[in-house]
């Protein structure tokens, strides 16, 4: 009973804050104000990054807890399905290729498993594993090429039809790696508590790292389409919000662990499409939604 009165106090509350922007050159606009719009009640156990599928139908989600990828509807953040239960162990990450095949980060089995989808239902049809160890994240690239980061082994992979084309080293517990809307990439080189950006050709360009982020175990993010960062802080319960030329403009969460409008514990995942974010609010077990406005 406490469990559904505390969601429904959430619905009733607004959760509109605002945020100045440090920069006043920044690209996105004045402020920035996030309204808490829903939350999962499908049975979910440290859930971590979140892809929502191309046609926007579905929101896969994984689980990493409970070894597969769960699929919510977006919008109700109702279940509808999962798969991967009886040959997933430790499912960290997941995206979508041009195909529509899915590429899932199959952590402790030390390699990316590839699916073909049929609606719900999705058919293990490959894995890449050359010199990866627990993978952690994984990108399935415009340019063709898929990239996987190994938490256990330290670096970054880039794979072309399966084989290695690409490596760079030297990394620590690395997480997510996402797509820039020049083609370069970032990555969360989580244990460094720094942020990278890679040219395809996994040359570092750029570093984001100290005041003002004051990363703490960031995990996965996402890029929007004007370059703007949105990563899943851990250790920081936070959500940050960085402008494609290293400006912190928002972050999201007071800092404490917390479950309501605006508190997060121990966030992993994060997913931005429009004015809609999902974020994994892992500590938590459960997917929150996010209306944002930009003035």
């Not at 993978?135 to 340019?143: D, F, M, T």
């Not at 800092?255 to 508190?263: N, S």
């Amino acid at each position: 009973m406490q469990h559904q009165h505390l969601v429904t106090t959430m619905r009733a509350i607004t959760a509109c804050l605002v945020i100045s922007f440090i920069s006043a050159g920044s690209a996105l606009a004045d402020s920035v104000r996030w309204t808490f719009e829903a939350t999962s009640k499908a049975p979910l156990s440290n859930p971590h990054d979140i892809k929502l599928s191309p046609d926007g139908s579905r929101l896969f989600v994984s689980d990493v807890g409970n070894n597969r990828v769960v699929i919510l509807d977006p919008h109700s953040l109702s279940y509808m399905a999962s798969f991967g239960a009886h040959e997933q162990n430790g499912t960290h990450d997941v995206d979508f290729d041009a195909r529509g095949r899915l590429y899932v980060a199959d952590t402790h089995n030390h390699r990316t498993a590839v699916y073909e989808l049929d609606g719900n239902k999705a058919k293990l049809i490959g894995e890449l594993s050359e010199k990866i160890r627990a993978p952690e994240g994984v990108l399935a690239h415009p340019n063709g090429r898929v990239y996987v980061t190994g938490a256990g082994s330290g670096n970054i992979v880039a794979y072309l039809s399966g084989r290695v084309v690409a490596e760079q080293d030297g990394l620590s517990a690395p997480h997510d790696v996402e797509v820039a809307p020049n083609g370069n990439i970032w990555v969360a080189d989580s244990g460094n508590n720094r942020m990278l950006l890679m040219s395809p050709d996994l040359k570092i360009l750029r570093e984001l790292s100290g005041a003002p982020y004051n990363f703490s175990g960031q995990r996965y993010l996402d890029v929007a389409p004007n370059g703007t960062l949105i990563i899943a802080d851990k250790h920081t319960h936070s959500v940050k919000l960085i402008t494609a030329n290293g400006a912190l403009v928002a972050t999201m969460g007071n800092g404490r662990a917390g479950r309501g409008p605006d508190r997060f514990r121990t966030p992993e995942g994060v997913e931005l499409v429009g004015d809609t974010l999902w974020i994994a609010d892992s500590g938590n077990d459960r997917i929150v939604r996010y209306k944002l406005t930009f003035d």
